[in-house]
């Protein structure tokens, strides 16, 4: 069992910042990859950036050159920085987890809202 807590969310106005936290119940270097995902009202979750264990980062194309991905293993903690939010940003964010390689796994965190206000 893996544990993620996430942090960070909030209400914004477009073109504001808020950076997202997930802290992790062990080592993130156990995992795969992690990963940010969103789900806004009455639509799919959907990937927004991931981090693998070498470092890798990947974007959907809708955020690239808004937010970045990062980690920090000493906190267990992957963030997700957003910058020039827009409206079209308003969802649940939701940090995700990936490990194993004969039988893959994965976890979720909890979600956390974020808004961004014209």
């Known amino acids: 069992q893996v544990q993620l807590v996430e942090s960070g969310g909030g209400l914004v106005q477009a073109g504001g910042s808020l950076r997202l936290s997930c802290a992790a119940s062990r080592s993130i270097s156990s995992f795969n990859a992690m990963g940010w995902y969103r789900q806004a009202p009455g639509k799919q979750r959907e990937l927004v950036a991931t981090i693998t264990s070498g470092g890798t980062r990947d974007y959907i194309d809708s955020v690239k050159g808004r937010f970045t991905i990062s980690s920090d293993n000493a906190k267990n903690t992957v963030y997700l920085q957003m910058s020039s939010l827009k409206p079209e940003d308003t969802a649940v964010y939701y940090c995700?987890?990936?490990?194993?390689?004969?039988?893959?796994?994965?976890?979720w965190g909890q979600g956390t809202q974020v808004t961004v206000s014209s």
């Open positions: 995700n987890a990936r490990w194993g390689l004969v039988f893959p796994l994965s976890s």
